[in-house]
């Protein structure tokens, strides 16, 4: 298998793990988390994850030059406490739905700013691809036909998501061409989980854990899948194709998103929903027609 597939291959899995999330979530919440200190678990328990992961295989995984330590700082900022904000804020304020929706923006900031810092190009097959996945998400949330208008703030507040998502896609992709992806998965949710602390409200939420252990549980098999897994997936992923693609590849999050909600959640599915997945799916499946005339490297 090529590079370009096995990065593809990856991105697909981690955007499957991060679409699975709203299971945790729906559960955490009821029993009583905020959405900052559902964060907060999350990244506690991946660090701990983390960290005895690479005591246990190489402890030179915990090495990373000094000078990459701002880059990384940066990223677990912007992922830990920014992108949550935002994110957060544009849920409470409009819809999920919207908020995806504006999230999956992100495509397109990720191909602009991959050209201005990698001179990556912007292909015909990348071009309609992307239309394709903004469109598909789009018709998968339901929002064309349902009239709704959010407020201008939760607008401006969910197209900063999507940039902010793009932003963390450019500077992984830059941290992990200089480092080990494990190493940057460590550190990126080491320093996001430092920047949490102050929003965890640490008190009530020992107090909640106390009375149902069974938080900590489901928080722990969250983090294993939609930090651990897919945060790794991505660092390796990213270092294996280039970001604007792994931006559409990336889509699958909305739709197996959709698709548990459908599933799990019994939410309403239609004939527009339907045909947002398959308009992603081939998306997907034209991105990947792009890399199928590259010669493989066979050195």
């Known amino acids: 298998m090529s590079d370009n597939r096995k990065g593809a291959l990856l991105i697909i899995l981690a955007g499957t793990c991060w679409g699975v999330i709203s299971i945790f979530i729906n559960y955490l919440s009821a029993a009583g988390l905020g959405e900052m200190q559902i964060s907060f678990l999350r990244q ?59 999230l999956y923006t992100s495509p397109v900031f990720v191909i602009i700013l991959a050209r201005i810092f990698f001179r990556e190009k912007i292909t015909r097959y990348k071009s309609i691809a992307l239309v394709l996945t903004v469109a598909g998400c789009l018709l998968v949330t339901g929002v ?15 197209v900063l998501t999507g940039l902010a998502y793009a932003l963390n896609n450019i500077l992984t992709s830059a941290a992990v061409k200089k480092n080990d992806p494990q190493t940057v998965t460590f550190y990126t949710l080491f320093f996001s989980f430092l920047f949490l602390i102050p929003f965890s409200g640490w008190r009530s939420l020992t107090s909640l854990c106390m009375t149902n252990p069974a938080i900590l549980v489901v928080a722990f098999l969250m983090c294993l899948v939609t930090a651990v897994l897919a945060q790794y997936f991505f660092s ?45 799916i081939a998306a997907i499946l034209l991105t990947g027609k792009s890399d199928a005339g590259k010669k493989e490297d066979t050195r």
């Open 44 to 102: 506690l328990f991946a660090v701990l994850v983390f960290a005895l992961i690479i005591l246990i295989s190489d402890r030179s995984g915990f090495r990373i030059p000094v000078k990459d330590l701002g880059l990384i700082m940066l990223v677990g900022l912007i992922n830990g406490v920014v992108f949550n904000f935002l994110y957060f804020y544009t849920i409470i304020n409009s819809r999920a739905s919207i908020a995806v929706v504006l």
């Open 144 to 158: 064309l036909g349902e009239g709704y208008m959010p407020p201008p703030a939760a607008i401006l507040t969910g």
């Open 236 to 280: 390796v992923g990213l270092r294996l194709i280039e970001s604007g693609k792994a931006a559409i590849y990336g889509a699958t999050e909305p739709i197996v998103g959709s698709l548990v909600g459908i599933l799990i959640f019994h939410e309403e599915s239609n004939l527009m929903k339907i045909a947002g997945i398959i308009m992603v």
